[in-house]
C-alpha cells in the first residue's frame, strides 16, 4: 500500500485510527451502477487502497440484496483485509439476511445473528468497527450495549459505533455504557454535508462532549456538492440520472453557482470544498464518500487536505447558512 497526502486521525477519544477519507461501500453490487460487477467494484476498492484510504464502510443491507455489499467487498479486499479498518452495520431490515428479526433489531439474539452472517460475508474473523445502523425504539439501549459488549470481549467486535441517532440517545447511550463499565461507542454516521447542516444541532455537540467520532455520510450530496449537476442537469449515468431525481430537479442553482465560484476563486475543486470542510469539523474522524470510479476515489482521497480559514468559514455559511437553533423550538 503506497502512503500519498491522505492524512490519518484517531476515531474520537478512542485508538482507532483511520484515513481521514474512508470509501462509502453502499455502491458495491448496486443496480444501475459501475460498481454493480464485482470488475467495478475491484476497481475502485483497489484505487482506494492504493491511495492509503485505510477505512471501508459498508452494511449488511447495502446491494441489490442485502449482504452483496460486504462479500464483494471482502473479494475485492482480498489478502489486504488485515491491514484495513472493515466498518459494517446491523439494524436496517437486512429482509431475513441475517434471519428472523421480529422487528427487534437491537435485540441480543439478532445482534449475535447479524454479526455472524456478516462475519461469515466478510470472510473474516473480526469486524473492525460495528455500526447499530438505527436506533431500535423498542429494544432498551443498556440490552443492545450489553451484548455489543459480548461481542468485544468475544474478539469478533473491535470498536462500536452508532449510527442516525439522535443527540439525546448518544448520550443515553454513553450514560448507559458508563454505568455498565462496558465498551461504549466511540463513534457516530450520520447525514452531513455543507447543504444538510442539521447535524450540527444536536449531534455533532454531542459526539464532541462525549469524545466520539463523527463519520458524515453523504458527504457530497449524493454528487449535487461535484459541481456536476451545476447546470440543473444530471449527466448520464451519474446517480441522480436514476434515483432521488428531485435533487437535481429542485436544486438551487443561484447557491450552486456561489459555490463553484467559491472553490474556483481559491483554485479549488468543488469535491476539495465539501471534503475539507467537513474534515476541519472538530468532531469529524473520517468523511465517507462513495465512489462509482476509479478516478473519483483517487480526487477523493487528495480532497480532505485544504485548510479553510475562519474567513473562508463564514463565507461557506453565507452560501449553506447553518441550520438556526430555533428549528428545535
Ligand atoms: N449510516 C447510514 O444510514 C448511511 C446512509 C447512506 C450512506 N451511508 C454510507 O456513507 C457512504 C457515503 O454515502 P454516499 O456514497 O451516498 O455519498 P455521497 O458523497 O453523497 O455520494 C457519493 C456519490 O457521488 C458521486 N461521486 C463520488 N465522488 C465523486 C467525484 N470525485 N466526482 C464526481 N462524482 C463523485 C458518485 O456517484 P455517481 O458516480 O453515481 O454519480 C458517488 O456514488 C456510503 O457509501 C455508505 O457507506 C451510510
Avoid at 22 to 28: A, F, H, K, P, T
Avoid at 91 to 103: E, S
Avoid at 115 to 136: C, F, M, N, Q
Avoid at 279 to 304: D, F, L
Wanted: aromatic residues 8%; negative net charge.
Amino acid at each position: 500500500m503506497t502512503q500519498n497526502t491522505i492524512e490519518y486521525r484517531q476515531v474520537g477519544h478512542s485508538g482507532l485510527t483511520v484515513s481521514t477519507v474512508g470509501l462509502g461501500c453502499n455502491n458495491l453490487g448496486r443496480p444501475g451502477s459501475v460498481t454493480e460487477t464485482q470488475e467495478g467494484a475491484d476497481a475502485v476498492v483497489h484505487a482506494a487502497l492504493e491511495e492509503g484510504i485505510t477505512l471501508f464502510d459498508v452494511a449488511d443491507i447495502y446491494g441489490s440484496h442485502p449482504g452483496l455489499s460486504e462479500t464483494m467487498l471482502a473479494k475485492s479486499l482480498g489478502s489486504e483485509r488485515e491491514k484495513v479498518v472493515v466498518a459494517t452495520k446491523f439494524g436496517l431490515d437486512a429482509q431475513g439476511a441475517n434471519g428472523p428479526d421480529w422487528g427487534r433489531r437491537g435485540s441480543r439474539k439478532y445482534i449475535m445473528q447479524s454479526v455472524e452472517a456478516s462475519l461469515r460475508r466478510l470472510g473474516t474473523d473480526y469486524i473492525d468497527l460495528y455500526y447499530l445502523h438505527t436506533p431500535d425504539p423498542q429494544t432498551p439501549i443498556a440490552e443492545t450495549l450489553d451484548a455489543l459488549d459480548d461481542l468485544v470481549k468475544q474478539g469478533k467486535v473491535l470498536y462500536l459505533g452508532n449510527s442516525n441517532m439522535a443527540g439525546w440517545q448518544i448520550a443515553e447511550a454513553e450514560f448507559t455504557a458508563r454505568m455498565s463499565g462496558g465498551n461504549r461507542f466511540v463513534a457516530s454516521q450520520n447525514h452531513y454535508n455543507l447543504m444538510d447542516r442539521r447535524a450540527e444541532l444536536e449531534v455533532t455537540p454531542a459526539a464532541e462532549a462525549f469524545g466520539l467520532g463523527v463519520m458524515p455520510y453523504f458527504p457530497l450530496a449524493n454528487g449535487m456538492l461535484t459541481g456536476k449537476y451545476s447546470a440543473g442537469k444530471a449527466p448520464e449515468g451519474s446517480r441522480l440520472s436514476y434515483v432521488r431525481q428531485h435533487m437535481v430537479e429542485g436544486a438551487d442553482l443561484e447557491q450552486l453557482k456561489a459555490y463553484g465560484d467559491f472553490a474556483a476563486a481559491r483554485g479549488l475543486t468543488e469535491v476539495q470544498v465539501a471534503f475539507s470542510w467537513l474534515a476541519a469539523q472538530k468532531s469529524v474522524a473520517s468523511v465517507i464518500a462513495g465512489a462509482t470510479r476509479p478516478e473519483q476515489v483517487r480526487e477523493n482521497a487528495r480532497a480532505a487536505s485544504w485548510k479553510p480559514t475562519g474567513e473562508d468559514l463564514v463565507e461557506l455559511d453565507a452560501i449553506f447558512p447553518k441550520v438556526p437553533r430555533t428549528a428545535l423550538f
